[in-house]
């Protein structure tokens, strides 16, 4: 449909061909009315009905609501239609019939659970309000990888299909791979640590992990994908500032590109770019303040992971996204760096939202030895990593790196109750299909 025109660039005085959804239909008697609905928004298309042939007002009045049709018309002024112009139709065309029976309303006007909703993804996503949501996705994934590329980043891919997991054997997918054992991979880490000893140096990449951890929880897919940054010649502190930068990027892209969507959410007055840089506390100095809330029904000690409850209390303490920093290295992976001249504290640190986190990251052991080493502590067999290890051998820079999903960074964006609201086809413990 060359000649297709949108329904928000219809203009008065023009002959257009407009196609969509019939979103409403309006008999009044003499005249009646079709709302029909595109990408752009809605046009009002009026029938006059002494003044048509009988057969274009049954095929139009007579269609279904989510029918797709296309209809060719005058365009007119008319202040009182919804976008100020309506369409006066000399031909109307039913290209697919909806059956009477929907599943769901994508009008909005009558409400469906989630699993409804996710059952039904592709009428779900015809309620302007959840399309919006994942056109704010997008803009989001476009203005970090523009921010990357202007920190001189490479956008590369790795494998999803791994002989060993990231974190050694454990919350994997194993799958059959030609007869052998294979696994689908939890992260790229491994591979991305690679290339920043490779000619690449600075890389970044947007895509799937796997995780199979039996969560049920509003925050938590198995399917998940994320935005994973490395970097040779930089240490924690750097990797920090651009990690920053990503997320002040997103939303600086949405304030500007997002305006129509976020209206579209009620979100207009109160949606705003985090201002001032993000505070940088110790892991020790975390705790501390999370306990002195008062909050907590268990006081946290040196080597407690930052529980749901204590990420909450802290985060309304803070009041807006923050680091925390210098983490206890027996819970952070071997891969991390530890102080030299404090090996109990490593270089590992957590980007926090207010409600949850967001960011892993932190500097990472370059040298060979102390590599190993790390497995050693860990309980891992470094033999089994010798395609990571081994090119340690050959000269590898200082570096560091973190990663976060897309899912959390526009859950905690749009304020949504749900990470399933912020993935078109959500994979959790229950979910594999659509």
Request: net charge negative.
């Given at each position: ?9 219809a203009?008065?005085g023009e002959?257009?061909?407009v196609?969509?959804?019939?979103h ?18 809605k ?6 009905k002494d003044?048509m042939d ?8 007579g269609a279904?609501r ?5 209809v060719?018309?005058r365009?007119?002024?008319?202040e009182r ?12 065309e039913?290209l697919?019939?909806?059956d009477?029976e929907?599943?769901?309303d ?6 469906a ?8 993804r ?6 302007p309000e ?5 056109e704010i996705r ?5 203005a970090?990888?523009d ?9 590369i891919n790795?494998?999803?299909i791994?002989a060993?997991?990231?974190e050694?054997?454990t919350e994997?997918?194993?799958?059959t ?6 696994f689908?991979?939890?992260?790229p ?24 951890e ?11 994908t994320m935005?994973d ?12 500032d651009?990690c920053e ?9 949405v ?7 976020l ?6 007055d ?5 201002d ?7 892991y ?10 008062g909050?907590?029904d ?6 407690d ?7 909450r209390?802290?985060?309304?303490d803070?009041g ?8 206890p ?7 991390i760096?530890?102080y030299?001249?404090d ?15 967001l ?5 990472r052991?370059?040298r ?8 050693e502590?860990q309980?891992?067999d ?5 395609y990571y ?11 560091a790196?973190?990663a976060?999903?897309v899912?959390r960074l526009v859950m ?7 990470i399933?609201?912020s ?10 299909s659509?």
């Amino acid at each position: 449909m060359d000649d297709r025109r949108y329904a928000a660039d219809a203009a008065p005085g023009e002959e257009a061909t407009v196609a969509g959804w019939i979103h409403e239909i309006r008999d009044l008697g003499g005249i009646a009315f079709l709302i029909l609905r595109d990408r752009t928004g809605k046009i009002q298309v009026k029938f006059e009905k002494d003044e048509m042939d009988e057969t274009t007002l049954e095929r139009a009045l007579g269609a279904q609501r989510e029918s797709v049709i296309r209809v060719e018309g005058r365009v007119e002024a008319e202040e009182r239609a919804p976008t100020g112009v309506e369409l006066v139709p000399s031909t109307v065309e039913v290209l697919a019939e909806a059956d009477p029976e929907l599943p769901l309303d994508p009008s909005g006007k009558v409400d469906a659970e989630l699993p409804t909703r996710l059952d039904n993804r592709t009428l779900d996503l015809r309620k302007p309000e959840v399309k919006a949501i994942f056109e704010i996705r997008s803009e989001v994934l476009r203005a970090v990888r523009d921010y990357f590329r202007s920190v001189g980043c490479t956008e590369i891919n790795t494998p999803k299909i791994v002989a060993t997991g990231t974190e050694g054997g454990t919350e994997l997918f194993p799958i059959t791979y030609f007869g052998r054992e294979a696994f689908m991979n939890q992260s790229p880490q491994l591979f991305k640590q690679l290339m920043v000893g490779s000619g690449l140096e600075r890389v970044f990449e947007v895509g799937p992990i796997f995780r199979a951890e039996e969560h049920n929880t509003p925050r938590h897919l198995n399917e998940a994908t994320m935005i994973d940054f490395e970097s040779a010649f930089v240490d924690h502190h750097e990797a920090m500032d651009v990690c920053e930068g990503t997320l002040r990027a997103a939303y600086e892209g949405v304030a500007e590109h997002c305006t129509d969507q976020l209206e579209t959410l009620g979100m207009a007055d109160e949606f705003g770019v985090p201002d001032g840089e993000f505070p940088r506390l110790t892991y020790q100095t975390a705790i501390e303040r999370a306990n002195a809330t008062g909050e907590l029904d268990d006081v946290l000690v040196w080597g407690d992971d930052l529980s749901t409850e204590a990420e909450r209390a802290l985060g309304a303490d803070v009041g807006g996204h923050y680091f925390v920093t210098d983490w206890p290295a027996e819970i952070k992976p071997f891969y991390i760096q530890d102080y030299d001249d404090d090996p109990e504290t490593s270089k590992g640190f957590d980007l926090m939202h207010p409600r949850m986190e967001l960011v892993s990251g932190g500097q990472r052991e370059h040298r060979y030895d102390e590599l190993v080493a790390g497995f050693e502590r860990q309980g891992l067999d470094p033999s089994q990593f010798d395609y990571y290890t081994e090119l340690f051998r050959f000269g590898m820079p200082p570096h560091a790196g973190w990663a976060y999903g897309v899912e959390r960074l526009v859950m905690t964006m749009l304020d949504l109750p749900n990470i399933r609201e912020s993935v078109i086809f959500p994979r959790d413990r229950q979910r594999l299909s659509p």
